[in-house]
């Protein structure tokens, strides 16, 4: 079933010879003769992501870096021959400070133009902001065209681009308006919609107009139309089917958060498929009417997980599968021929996840695959001849032989709640005493799952035991489950992250005095909680975007983001007016003194979830306390690590960091004999 793979994107074949339990043949010297992985080698910017498919099948366009650069390339593929179409640096200097770009999307509008999104910082009144810009080029890359310049650094914040797969000449920017100009948009007091812009010209148009009660639109990519929005406000969700730009008809009002929630994933010519957990614990898939405002018929339950996404044929108007998390992705499939190929890839491809998109005809598919050690690549599937070829690799400095694997473990919190968590340890390495780290996931509505992890085979190439829990409150286990972590931050929540830790311990998998805790987002403020709750435990902790100050967090997601946030935050997390001092006493910054271990704090200083005056009062009260603390503020960056640049540098700090805090101590001197 498999073909000649490309080893190097575009080129012919290598001479070499592949058996049939192998893995792909690679270029490049052999393992032995690799250096050691270098920080690069995990959090650079891909060599090569985001494949897609021309609508005829006949080319395939993906995203692709080198060195300073990123750019766009596009594969003929009869020919298997690949084209550089445009350049952007990662990063320039402008006015003595740094402009960074990075290439977030890229995808054929019709056969012959390529859109793609580019995130890029911009200066504005001694200030620098993250827009998104929009650019257009032919397939043969002529005719560069800038389709945002119109609205870029105005009143116009795109957030997300998407095409219209029967219209070859438009692509939908969604985006966030404001009244008066780009500094009133940046602080706020925004509102929600939709650009149609042509790829030739750039001209736009309103396609759909913003409206105070949605907060999202979702719209049928097939054709166009906006179909659903979906808002919040007066501690209710409440779905809309749209009409037209000025016609809404409200489908669902749900009291936020305390009944069962309604989440569309797809649209068939004559249903919509939806999530919701209206008869269980768990999101089940459903066929929902929308002109009768019912449920038709409930099509599948995973039981003891949430349903989370559907994959549907639209040549054939058919439903071909749903997705679920148990440990690793998995499909349910409604359409026996489907799924009888995808466990023919699934078997060609071992340990992966697979994520499949076609052409028009769906003769010819994109497979990317992914798992525990193997980093994602693209493979080309052609069904008629049944061959897989693979195309490009995102990281391929990087070899499942070099790479350590995890497994599933069990842990039981001390209130007796099972926590389902997963354990990897470095190569090569006895199982005993290692020095350890617990990577906590944000959210903290998400979740980890044994899939590809470049921070976990990191810190496992530096010799950690790593650990990850899905704690209560985490996303895929059902309802009650999310529930038990209700305004339980500092609480109950972190009594899981002491527990698994402990575990650690008492499996005599960990040194208990090498212990570290690291985080992002609500993982970094986990980290910080450890270090203040449970002191013995930890050695250091390492906080990326971590919120510190709970009451400032939510005020400032209530003014800045509207109901959405307050509404959603109010159930989660609590009132940060009427629940003040219980979230005061549960913030790291405002319990500084009782942080028994030193702490690293990076914060970006352009994140606009978690502020980065977050990061800036823990360093105040760290210093007022007297504890020792580092603080490195990585510049452009927002919430998460998009570029190259910082991205690399905060590695290298956690690297340093780690290593630094988590020798093992000096045994102790001995003491003086008496004098005779």
Known sequence: MVGWPVCEPGGAPPPCSRSSSSRAPRCGPPLAKRPSLPVEAFF??????????????????????????????????????????????????????????????VFFVGNDRIALSLDLTVPFSGKAFLVQGLYAVDREGGDVAELSKRWLGQKFF????????????????????????????????????????????????????????????????KRGRVRLGVG??????????????????????????????????????????????????????????????????????????????????????????????????????????????????????PGRELEPSWDRAEDRWIVRASGDVHPPAS???????????????????????????????????????????????????????LPSVLLIHGGPLARDRLSWNPEVQFLASRGYAVLRLNFRGSWGYGRKFAEAGWRQWGLAMQDDVADAAKWLIDQGIADPDRIAIYGASYGGYAALMGVIR?????????????????????????RYFGATAEHLNLETDGDWIADAEHLRSVSPAE??????????????????????????????????????????MLENEPHGLLFEATRLEFYRALEAFLAKHTQPRPPPAPAEAPAS
């Not at 449920?295 to 044929?313: G, N, P, Q, T, W």
């Not at 493979?379 to 599933?408: D, H, N, T, V």
């Open 44 to 105: 650079a910017d891909p060599a090569s992501s985001g494949a897609q498919l021309s609508p005829d099948g006949r080319h395939l366009v993906a995203l692709a870096a080198a060195g300073d650069e990123q750019y766009v390339v596009v594969w003929n593929l009869a020919t298997r021959q690949r084209k550089p179409l445009v350049r952007f640096p990662k990063r320039e200097m402008a006015k003595g400070r740094p402009v960074d770009s990075h290439l977030s999307s």
């Open 158 to 221: 795109a957030h997300e681009v998407t095409g219209i797969r029967e219209d070859p000449r438009h692509v939908l920017v969604f985006g966030r308006s404001a009244a008066k100009s780009f500094a009133t948009l940046a602080s706020g007091g925004f509102r929600v919609e939709i650009q149609k812009v042509d790829v030739r010209t750039g001209a736009h148009k309103l396609h759909q107009a913003s409206h105070r009660d949605v907060d999202e639109w979702i719209v049928d990519g």
């Open 591 to 632: 319990n500084a003194e009782r942080v028994g271990a030193p702490v690293l704090i990076a914060h970006g200083t352009l994140d606009f979830t978690v502020d980065p005056e977050q990061a800036r009062l823990m360093a105040d009260a760290l210093t007022r306390a007297g504890k020792p603390f580092e603080l490195l």
């Open 379 to 433: 493979y080309l599937y052609e069904r008629a001849k049944k061959q897989l070829m693979l195309m490009s690799e995102e990281r391929p400095a990087l070899r499942a032989e070099q790479l350590s694997q995890g497994r599933a473990v069990d842990i039981q919190a001390r209130d007796g709640l099972a926590l389902r968590g997963y354990l990897t340890l470095p190569r090569g390495r006895p199982e005993s005493k």
């Open 534 to 558: 449970n002191p013995e435990l930890f050695r250091c902790a390492v906080s990326l975007a971590g919120a510190t100050q709970i009451p400032k967090l939510l005020g400032r997601a209530a």
């Open 232 to 349: 919040y406000h007066d501690q209710r969700k409440f779905v809309y089917s749209v009409d037209s730009s000025v016609s809404m008809d409200l489908l669902r009002k749900l009291r936020l958060l305390h009944e069962s929630d309604f989440a569309p994933l797809a649209f068939g010519s004559e249903t919509l498929y939806v999530a919701s957990s209206h008869e269980g614990d768990t999101y089940a898939l459903y066929e929902f009417d929308e002109k009768e405002k019912s449920f038709r018929k409930k099509l599948f339950e995973a039981v003891r997980f949430d349903v989370a996404s559907v994959l549907v044929s639209e040549k054939r108007d058919a439903l071909l599968a749903a997705g679920y998390v148990e440990d690793v992705s998995r499909y349910h499939f409604f359409d026996e021929e489907f799924g009888r190929e995808m466990a023919a890839l699934e078997q060609a491809l």
